[in-house]
Structures are given as C-alpha cells and as structure tokens.
Nanobody
Framework: QVQLVESGGGLVQAGGSLRLSCAASRGISSAPAMGWYRQAPGKQRELVAMISRGGTTNYGGSVKGRFTISRDNVQNTVYLQMNSLKPEDTAVYYC?????????WGQGTQVTVSS
C-alpha cells in the first residue's frame, strides 16, 4: 500500500518558520512529481507546491517566495520549508503525488499560525 507520513507541523507566530517532512513509500516517490497539499476547515484541499523527480518546482501564488519544496530521492523524502508564515497558512498539510494524488492520504500534519 501507499505510505505517506507527514511530520514537522506545530504552532508558530506570524512571521515564523517551519520545516515539514514527508516520508513516502518507494512506489509513490517514483511518481513524476510529488507535492504538498493543505486543507483548512471548510475549504477544499489545495495543492500549494510540487516538485518533479528532476527538481523542477511549481508553487501556488499565495506561497510563492515564502515556501520552498525539495526532495531527497535516495531517502524518498519530500520537504517543505515554510518561511514568513501567515495566519492564512493555517491548515493540515499533506504530501502525495502531484498534480493528481495517488491512493490514500496520510494523517497530515497540523500547521497553526497565530497572529
């Protein structure tokens, strides 16, 4: 089965930083691209960043310039460095294949940004 384990979330003040990690099973990390998604209460899950196996990145407009996605293909791990956090970044963050998710979702990791 697909395994995705997100970690690194927490409670931070606006302007702070967090680094999220995603440990992915070998199969899903072989997808053409991996991404970070987020979902806030009452909102649809949205793709905020993605990275191809070759390292090409894309970002949603609301996070561009503040977030950086990276990956370690040897360890099958995807990272999201989040800087200059804003309260509107508060959500549960998930990783998965991108731009179309595969299989089940992991538990996600909660990011809460206080004002």
């Amino acid at each position: 089965q697909v395994q995705l384990v997100e970690s690194g979330g927490g409670l931070v003040q606006a302007g702070g930083s967090l680094r999220l990690s995603c440990a992915a099973s070998r199969g899903i990390s072989s997808a053409p691209a991996m991404g970070w998604y987020r979902q806030a209460p009452g909102k649809q899950r949205e793709l905020v960043a993605m990275i191809s196996r070759g390292g090409t990145t894309n970002y949603g407009g609301s996070v561009k310039g503040r977030f950086t996605i990276s990956r370690d293909n040897v360890q099958n791990t995807v990272y999201l460095q989040m800087n200059s956090l804003k309260p509107e970044d508060t959500a549960v963050y998930y990783c998965n294949a991108a731009p179309t998710a595969w299989g089940d979702w992991g538990q996600g990791t909660q990011v809460t940004v206080s004002s």
